[in-house]
DNA sequence: ACCTCGACTTCTGCATACAGAATACTGTAT
DNA sequence: ATACAGTATTCTGTATGCAGAAGTCGAGGT
C-alpha cells in the first residue's frame, strides 16, 4: 500500500503540502529512462509500472500525459505507451533548437547586466575550468549545465527559461560524451560569452553563444558518427510472456 | 535472414479509430477557454466540468494535465485548476521567445528553399493581401497563422515546429487586435520575407523575420496599453454555492 | 509451407467509490 | 465590530472495477 508516511523533508514546496504522487512518479520515471532503466522503444505497461513503483494506475497514467507531453514517451492511444526513442535527427533539431533559444538568453542576459549576475557566472565558470583541470567529466557536465542555465535566468524571461530547461532535459543525455570530447575548449568560449554579457554586449553575446551551441552540436554529430548507438538496450523485451497455461 | 517482416500488416492504423475521450475533452476546453467561456482566473471543479461535458471526472483530470503543461491552466496541488489568466509581461515574453523562434525557422528556410515552398508562400501572402484589401480581418489572422507555420514546416525542423505552435496557440488571442492595428504594413514585411528565403539568404531571411515579429510585439504593447484588459471577465465565481442543504 | 480465420489474452479507457485535505462558514468571545 | 476558533462541506487525490479494443497465438484450409 503506498499510504508509506514519508517524511515531507522537501522545502521546495508550500510549507507541508504533500506532493502529489503524480508527481513523484514522473521524476521517478523521468530518472528511470534518464539511467536506461527503462529502455528507449521499450513498452510501458501501466500495471507493471504501478506494481513496481507501489501505487495504482491512476497515477501512474497521469505521470505518462506529462511525460508525453514533454517527449519522453510516446503515447498510442488504444494501445499503449512506450518510451521515446530518439533518432540522431531529432536530437540533431532539439541542439538547434536550443542553439537559438540559448542565444536569445545570452543576448538578453547581456541587456539585462547586473554585477551580482556576472559574478555568479564567473565562479562556475571557474569551477568547470577547475572540472576540466583535474579531468572530472561530472563535473564538467554539472558546471556546464548551471552556467547555462544562469545565463538563461539573468534573461530574466521566465517563459524562455521554462523552454530552454524542458529542450535543456531532453538533451543531457548526450552530454557527457560531448564534454569528454572538447572540455577545455568549451571553457574558453564560456569566458569569452561572459566577458560580452558583462560588456553588455547584445550583439557579441549572442553570437558567442550560438556559435559556442553550435559547435557542441558539431561535436554531437562527430561523436555519434563515432559511436552510432550509444549502448542502447535494444527494445528489452516488455514483460515475460505468460505462455497460454495448457491446461491439461 | 529469411526476412518475414508482415510487409503491409505493418499500417495497420485504423483510420476510423475512435478518438479518446481525454482528447475531446482538451480540445472541448481549449476552445471554451478561448472563446471566454471559461474566464481567466476561473476555478474549474472536475465534477462540474465532467456534468457539463457529460464524461467522468477520469478524462477531464487527463485533460486538465495537458491543458496544464501547455499553459493553458494552472493546477494547484491540494485545491484545483484555474484558467490561466495571462500577465502582460507574460504574453510579451512569449512574443519574445516567439521571436527568436521564427527568425530560426526563417533561417532555416531560407537554407531548405525550395520552389513549391515559396510558391505556398506567395499563396498564403496574396490570400492575406486580399484579407487587407477587404478590411477582413479574421481572414488576415487566418491567412498569417498560415503564413508563419508554412515558414516553421519549411525549416524542415519538426521539433521547432512543435515548439512554435505550441507558443503560437498560447498567444492567438491577441492577434486580431494586432491584425486590426497594423495589417497592410504586416503583408509588406511577409513579401521581403518570402524574397529573403527564395533568394536562400539565411541571414536576411532571419533578420527580416525578427524585425517583423519584433514589430508585431511593439504592436501588442501598445494596443494593450491603450486598452489593458481586453474585456477579461472578472473570476466569474465558481460554482452557486449550495446553502447547507435545508435536509427535508 | 504459407496464408487466413478465429478465439484468447492482455491492456487500455472510462466510470465509480472512498478517504483525506483544504476551504469556507458560523458562532462566540473580546 | 473584529478576530479567532471550531465545524461543516466540498473538492481533490487515489484506488478499484468493468467493458471494449488491440494484439497475439494457434488451428485449419489452400
Redesign the pocket.
Known sequence: ???TELPQQMSARRI???V???E?VYQAMQELIISRQLAPGQ??????L?EML??????I??ALQLLNSEGWVD???????FVHAPTEAEVDQLLVVRAALEAESARLAALNTDAEGVARLRKLCAQGEAAVASDDIDGMVAANAELHRCVTELSGNQVLLDMVSQVDRRVRWYYTPIARHRGHQSWQEHARLIDAIEAGDADAASRTMREHTERTRQSYLEQRRENPEPEVAPVQV??R?????PGV
Not at 43 to 48: A, D, M, R, T, Y
Not at 241 to 245: F, L, N, Q
Open positions: 500500500m503506498p499510504s507541508d503540502r504533500p502529489p504522487l503524480r513523484r513498452h510501458l505497461v501501466e500495471s507493471e504501478a507501489g501505487v495504482s494506475r491512476q497515477p497514467r497521469e503515447l498510442r492511444p488504444g494501445y499503449g505507451a516488455r514483460s510472456r505468460r505462455r497460454t497455461a
